[in-house]
């Protein structure tokens, strides 16, 4: 499977953006997909998960939850993360990951551990 992220682009405080990632060359619905974030100067930290099959298992970082939502259309090849109030300290580099038959079941901090494919990553930027 290959993962590629779009949607990003400049976002004024307040606002909303969705990233969509989308997969091919593999069974989609095989693996949970999870969003990660990189800002400047900082680690790379996970965003939000949503479990393989159909989905039915989501986690957030308690950064943004209550904020952003994260959802799955398998018949798209498609993950989306909704992005609602947008904050200056949501800003960075958003890549998308795929662990097979993951159902998000670890902390936040562990989801690296579990990932099995990375795409490449699109830019968010937060700006009046």
């Known amino acids: 499977l290959q993962l590629v992220e779009s949607g990003g682009g400049l976002v004024q405080p307040g606002g909303s953006l969705t990233l969509p990632c989308t997969g091919s060359r593999g069974t989609f619905e095989d693996y949970a997909i999870v969003w990660f974030r990189q800002s400047p100067g900082k680690e790379r930290e996970g965003v939000s998960c949503?479990?393989?099959?159909?989905?039915?298992?989501?986690d957030y970082a308690d950064s943004v939850k209550g904020r952003f939502i994260i959802s799955r259309d398998n018949a798209k090849s498609t993950v989306f993360l909704q992005m609602n109030n947008v904050q200056p300290a949501n800003a960075g580099i958003y890549y998308c990951?795929?662990?097979?038959?993951?159902?998000?079941?670890?902390?936040?901090?562990?989801?690296?551990?579990?990932?099995?494919?990375w795409g490449k990553g699109t830019l968010v930027f937060v700006s009046s």
């Open positions: 990951a795929g662990a097979e038959y993951y159902d998000c079941s670890n902390d936040v901090t562990q989801w690296d551990d579990y990932m099995d494919i």
């Open positions: 949503i479990s393989w099959s159909n989905g039915n298992l989501v």
